[in-house]
C-alpha cells in the first residue's frame, strides 16, 4: 500500500475499540492459556516495557513497518525477533518515552521523527517477567536504520502488503520456555518465523488495520 493512502487509513484506528484478547489467543501457544492463568500475581508484579511497531515508507513510497533479531545472548530472547524497545529507565517519564528512546537506540530513528498513533494492548511474557506495551507510530521519511551492535543482530524490513497475505500465518515446533518442541502459531516474514509475544502483538495490528484499510 502507498505510504500517503495508508496515514490516511491508519488514523481512523484512535477511535477503534482494541481487540485486545480476541486477536491475541490467535497466536498463543498451546499451554500458555493455562500458564497465565497461574501467573496473574507475576503480571500484577511485572517489570514494565514498551516496544514501537513503526511504519515507514520505502523508497518507492510503498508502507513497511520494522522489527529485529536480537543478538544471542545468555538469555531467555537470545536471537528472537521483536520490535525494538525495551524496560523503562530512570529518564522515561512514561512506557511511551520508553519505547521512542529504546527505538532510538536500537535501530537509530530519533525521536522527534516518530508520530505516536496509539497504545495497543499489553501482553504479558512469563519466561521474563515483563508486562509489555505496545505502541503503534509512524515516521513520514525513509529512515536509514543504524542499528546498536551490542544488541541487535539484523533490522528486518516488512512490506506492509506481505504481512496482510494469509498466507503469513504458519504452524511451527520451536522450543517454548515451558516445553520441548512445541507447535506454535507464527507469522513466517521475510524468511523469520515470529511467533510469542511479538507474534501476538501483530496479530491485533494485522486485525485493525483490516479494520481500516
Not at 41 to 62: M, S, T, W
Not at 104 to 131: H, K, Q, T
Amino acid at each position: 500500500m502507498n505510504f500517503d493512502e495508508f496515514i490516511k487509513s491508519i488514523s481512523k484506528i484512535k477511535n477503534i475499540e482494541l481487540p485486545a484478547e480476541t486477536s491475541h489467543f490467535k497466536m498463543v501457544p498451546p499451554l500458555r492459556q493455562q500458564l497465565l492463568k497461574t501467573q496473574r500475581k507475576g503480571i500484577e508484579n511485572a517489570k514494565r516495557a514498551g516496544v514501537l511497531a513503526l511504519f515507514f515508507p520505502d523508497i518507492r513510497r510503498q508502507t513497511n513497518f520494522v522489527l529485529i533479531l536480537r543478538k544471542t545472548y545468555n538469555g531467555v530472547h537470545s536471537a528472537q525477533i521483536g520490535f525494538p524497545g525495551g524496560k523503562m529507565e530512570k529518564q522515561d517519564q512514561n512506557l511511551k518515552d520508553a519505547a521512542l528512546r529504546e527505538t532510538f537506540e536500537e535501530i537509530g530513528v530519533p525521536v522527534p521523527a516518530i508520530e505516536i498513533i496509539r497504545e495497543l494492548s499489553s501482553v504479558y511474557i512469563p519466561p521474563s517477567n515483563f508486562y509489555v506495551s505496545p505502541f503503534l507510530g509512524i515516521t513520514h521519511q525513509t529512515p536509514v536504520f543504524t542499528k546498536q551492535e551490542d544488541e541487535v543482530e539484523t533490522v528486518i524490513e516488512v512490506p506492509l502488503h506481505h504481512f496482510m497475505e494469509d498466507t503469513v500465518l504458519i504452524t511451527k515446533k520451536v522450543e517454548t520456555s515451558y516445553s520441548m518442541d512445541v507447535e506454535v502459531p507464527a507469522f513466517y516474514l521475510n524468511n523469520y518465523v515470529v511467533w510469542g509475544a511479538t507474534a501476538m502483538m501483530l496479530s491485533e495490528i494485522k486485525d485493525l488495520i483490516r479494520q481500516v484499510v
